[in-house]
């Protein structure tokens, strides 16, 4: 058995003894779920998925689907249009609360009922079937499988909503609804009745935490701006008037439902769902919030948890760096004579704020007090953030204006990514012709780079060329 799996196992076994917490029963077909069900699923960033316990069986989806259908509205409205209907403050209020701003009747977020509601109002389409229609296939690319309903629990609800379908004819008056309240809460409940298992809602979550891309399907599902927003207003909103404890203790955006259903996301790690109905006071399954609080302790999960930094950035400064170039016993002396004039620095991995601020502050430490030749060895570097790209261009521009001659080895996707502050003109040959940019040269291996300043100090020129003529970038 792989290893999270069977962690998965361990934790599923230690918390199906749990007892405690309602089955909910205000919608009447929701009373008879097994409170005895209990499923955990994980899904990664790299599409695999793991399982424990009851992760199959279907139930519906309930408030889980308000992330999801938020993130359909927000791409149709875009995020100033979204924000002005439906707001993005936790109401410290239970789900189905009347929380609507004074004077305006904007809900409060897009995680409770009369949010969510509002949300899907929000989602375009000609008529409601449509709509429906729409709210389906956005759900079904999050899962990654085609989803259905569940026409019982639909009309469980249909026969009991009043309080929901009273938050929207009372937002319609407040004029922050504008279609007819009993059609929307209709489709709302739809919305709510879809069928899922605890596996689906974890592939559901992981495309969340994946920026918007399904990682089973591969399917981009919503844009990575949209991801980002709603993972923040699950971060504050998802859990109801438990949102802070759950912030607090498990620090992980989530949503819950009334059905049982939970999910949490891990960005840029995860999508973990659990399925077991009874639910704590705040209307959050009691197992669902033991499983993923126990998880995210012994995970260090906890998104306020510094960034743990697992390479090293920079590989090596050194003096004396020399090419693999055949040269003559006089060549030779003179560039051992020189050792200290061409320096190499390499890095590797991602750069990102962090790992930028150490490249620049080791090439500092490294570069002579006198002019001479810095390589600069990216070629492990396997990605790098604009801002990143910006810092470090500024950094370099500082040391070719105090009289170094800088020369990058990179691969070639880096170089035009790096080289995006200047003229657009991207100096990522391999053939050594040095006027590209400004501030460095470029090349394609290390081996090249240090080749190209042996050369030059063998031909006896001064490392800084002529002061650029536009002054530096
Ligand atoms: N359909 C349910 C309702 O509106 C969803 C609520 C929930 O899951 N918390 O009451």
């Known amino acids: 058995m792989d290893p999270v799996t069977k962690a998965l196992d361990e934790l599923h076994r230690r918390i199906s003894g749990l007892r405690g917490g309602e089955v909910a029963s205000y919608i009447p077909k929701l009373a008879q779920a097994d409170p005895e069900d209990f499923g955990i699923a994980i899904t990664s960033m790299g599409g ?42 936790p109401s410290g209020e239970a789900f189905n609360a009347i929380s609507l701003e004074p004077g305006t009747g904007r809900p409060a977020n897009p995680m409770v009922n009369a949010g969510a509601i509002a949300t899907t109002a929000l989602v375009s389409a000609a008529d409601t079937e449509a709509r429906s229609a729409r709210i389906l296939d956005c759900l079904s ?44 809460t209709a489709t709302y409940f739809r919305q709510c009745s879809v069928l899922v298992t605890a596996a689906d809602l974890a592939v559901m979550a992981a495309t969340l935490a994946n920026g918007g891309r399904n990682p089973v399907t591969g399917e981009r599902v919503v844009e990575r701006s949209v991801a980002v927003r709603t993972l923040a207003v699950m971060a504050t909103c998802g859990m109801y008037d438990g949102a802070g404890e759950w912030l607090l ?23 973990v ?37 697992l390479t090293a950035t920079v590989t090596d400064t050194g003096h004396g760096a020399r090419s693999s170039r055949a040269r003559s016993p006089e ?63 500024a950094g370099l521009a500082d040391i070719a204006r105090r009289g170094h001659r800088i020369v990058v080895a990179a691969q070639e996707p880096f170089l035009a990514a790096a080289d995006g502050h200047s003229d657009g003109h991207s100096d990522g040959h391999s053939d050594g012709d040095p006027d590209g940019h400004p501030d460095w040269h470029a090349f394609g291996s290390r081996d090249d780079a240090v080749a190209w300043c042996e050369d030059q100090l063998l031909a006896g020129e001064p490392p800084a060329g002529p002061p650029a003529a536009e002054g530096g970038s």
């Open 273 to 309: 769902a659990v399925y077991s109905p009874p639910l704590d006071p705040a209307g959050n399954s009691v197992r669902g919030v033991a499983a993923l609080t126990a998880m995210s302790e012994r995970l260090a999960l906890h998104l306020m948890h510094a960034p743990v930094h």
């Open 48 to 89: 695999r998925r793991y399982q424990a316990g009851k992760a199959d069986t279907e139930f519906t989806i309930q408030s889980v689907s308000k992330p999801f259908v938020y993130a359909l509205a927000l791409t149709d409205l875009g995020p100033d249009e979204m924000l002005r209907r439906v707001g993005a403050e």
């Open 141 to 184: 690319a999050f899962a990654g499988r085609r989803l259905g309903y569940d026409e019982e629990v639909y009309a469980s609800e249909a026969a009991t909503g009043d309080r929901n379908r009273a938050l929207a004819y009372l937002m319609r008056s407040a004029g922050s609804l504008s279609d007819d309240p009993y059609a929307v």
């Open 331 to 393: 060549q030779t002396a003179l560039l051992n004579r020189s050792s200290r004039r061409i320096i190499a620095v390499g890095a590797q991995g991602e750069l990102e704020f962090t790992e930028t601020e150490q490249l620049l502050g080791a090439v500092e430490g490294a570069v002579p007090a006198s002019p001479g030749w810095l390589v600069l060895d990216l070629m492990a570097v396997t990605g790098i953030r604009p801002g990143s790209a910006a810092m470090l261009a």
């Open 249 to 271: 203790n498990v620090g992980l955006p989530a949503k819950s439902g009334v059905s049982g259903g939970l999910i949490a996301v891990g960005p840029g790690r995860f999508g």
